[in-house]
Each structure stands twice: as structure tokens, then as C-alpha cells.
């Protein structure tokens, strides 16, 4: 094994161990919410997240077949993405989302008050 | 050789990008900032590693999948989140308290102090 080769499976490891975390964070999020949008761009973020990581193991295993589940893995995130949108259009703030916006509004005015 | 230490310096580079995203999803205060973050560094680091994928693969029909792969989110990303952020806006998703300046709202108090008032 030469040098580069080497390099390359190191990279690889610490951008599989990377990636990972990033993968953890976006979940709290997606946990956290608070809002519904918060919640459909974290999945979003997973989408991409994941699409880095099948190219990673691509890179490590050396099948190619795996482009091809990145390329399907983001159209179906894409259209994902654009049907909760339209959802979001359609049905307006979910009702936990505006009772928390109400109170947000309340609390901001009272110190002017 | 010099094609391989290059993709696994993308490899890291779109791995930091992607981490960069997800910290940003997680600190921002509201949707639109949060959108900021992840859609354009989540973009990036995704085209970087299935571009390292096309360094290393010896195939030609992988290297013009995996570009044409880059140009697709590139085009997408974009759309979809915009989708979501005028969406989230017309249906009442507020933003920051600490947003100096709402250029959508017309009634907007903020803008007094803006230069250009438009009524």
C-alpha cells in the first residue's frame, strides 16, 4: 500500500467519524423542532448529510453502484422537501406552532407596555 | 497518486462542511437563518464528496454520473429551500426578534429607519 492510499483510508475514517456527528446534531434539531419548517429543514440537512456519506463509502469500497443510490437518494429528497413545503402552504401554522407565537408576541409587547 | 491525496482532502473538506451545517442548524435562532446555514454549506459538502467519489473511480460512466449528480443538487438545493422559506412566511412563521429588517412586510415598524420607505 502506498503512501496516498494510506492518506485516502485515513480521510475516509475521519470523514465517516465527521459526518456521524453531523448526523447526531441534525437529529436534535429535528427533535427539538420547535416549529414544523425547523423540522423539514432538518430533514432536509439529513438528506444531504446522507448523500455524503453513501459517496464516502463509495470512495471506501470502490463500487460504483453506490453513485447511483446518491443521484435516486436526492431526487427523493427534493420532491420530499418540495411536497412538505406545499404542505406548509396549504394548511397554514400547525395549532402548537401559533399558540407558541401568540405567547412569543405577548411577552415581547408587555415590557413596552 | 496526486488524484487520490486530492479526493481525500475533499473528502475531509465536504465532511467539515457538512458538520458546519449541522452546527449551524442547531444555533441559529430562526427558520430562515437556520435555512442560510444548511442549505448552501449542506450543498457543498455533499458535491465535494461525490466529486472525490468521481476522482478516484476509474470508470468514465461513474465520473459523468457523479458530476452530473453535483450539477442536479445544485440546481435543486436552491429551489427547494426557497420553497420552504416562502411557504413557512405566507403562512405566519415569524422571524427573530433580533432580525434588523423584514424587506416582505410592508407595515414592517423596522423600516421607519430605513432608507427606502415605500408606501
Do not use: C
Not at chain 1, 10 to 29: C, G, N, Q, Y
Not at chain 1, 75 to 88: I, K, S
Not at chain 2, 17 to 44: E, I, N, Q
Amino acid at each position: 500500500m502506498s503512501w496516498a492510499e494510506g492518506f485516502l483510508d485515513f480521510a475516509v475514517i475521519l470523514s465517516l467519524t465527521i459526518l456521524a456527528i453531523a448526523f447526531l446534531i441534525t437529529t436534535v434539531r429535528i427533535i427539538r423542532g420547535p416549529t414544523l419548517p425547523d423540522r423539514i429543514l432538518g430533514l432536509d440537512t439529513l438528506v444531504a448529510v446522507a448523500i455524503g456519506f453513501i459517496a464516502v463509502v463509495g470512495v471506501k469500497t470502490g463500487f460504483n453502484l453506490y453513485i447511483d443510490i446518491a443521484l435516486a437518494l436526492g431526487l427523493v429528497g427534493f420532491l420530499a422537501t418540495v411536497a412538505f413545503a406545499r404542505f406548509v402552504l396549504e394548511h397554514g401554522m400547525t395549532a402548537e406552532d401559533r399558540t407558541e407565537t401568540r405567547l412569543a408576541e405577548e411577552q415581547s409587547r408587555e415590557p413596552t407596555q | 497518486m496526486i488524484l487520490t491525496v486530492i479526493a481525500g482532502i475533499m473528502i475531509i473538506v465536504g465532511a467539515v462542511f457538512a458538520l458546519v451545517a449541522a452546527v449551524g442548524l442547531l444555533r441559529l435562532p430562526d427558520v430562515y437563518s437556520r435555512m442560510h446555514a444548511a442549505t448552501k454549506a449542506g450543498t457543498l459538502g455533499s458535491g465535494l464528496m461525490m466529486l472525490s467519489l468521481a476522482l478516484v473511480a476509474d470508470d468514465f460512466a461513474t465520473v459523468t454520473r457523479a458530476i452530473a449528480g453535483v450539477i442536479f443538487f445544485l440546481l435543486t438545493a436552491p429551489v427547494a429551500s426557497h420553497l420552504l422559506a416562502r411557504a413557512a412566511y405566507a403562512v405566519g412563521y415569524r422571524l427573530w426578534d433580533g432580525s434588523l429588517i423584514d424587506e416582505m412586510d410592508w407595515q414592517d415598524s423596522r423600516k421607519e429607519s430605513a432608507p427606502e420607505k415605500r408606501n
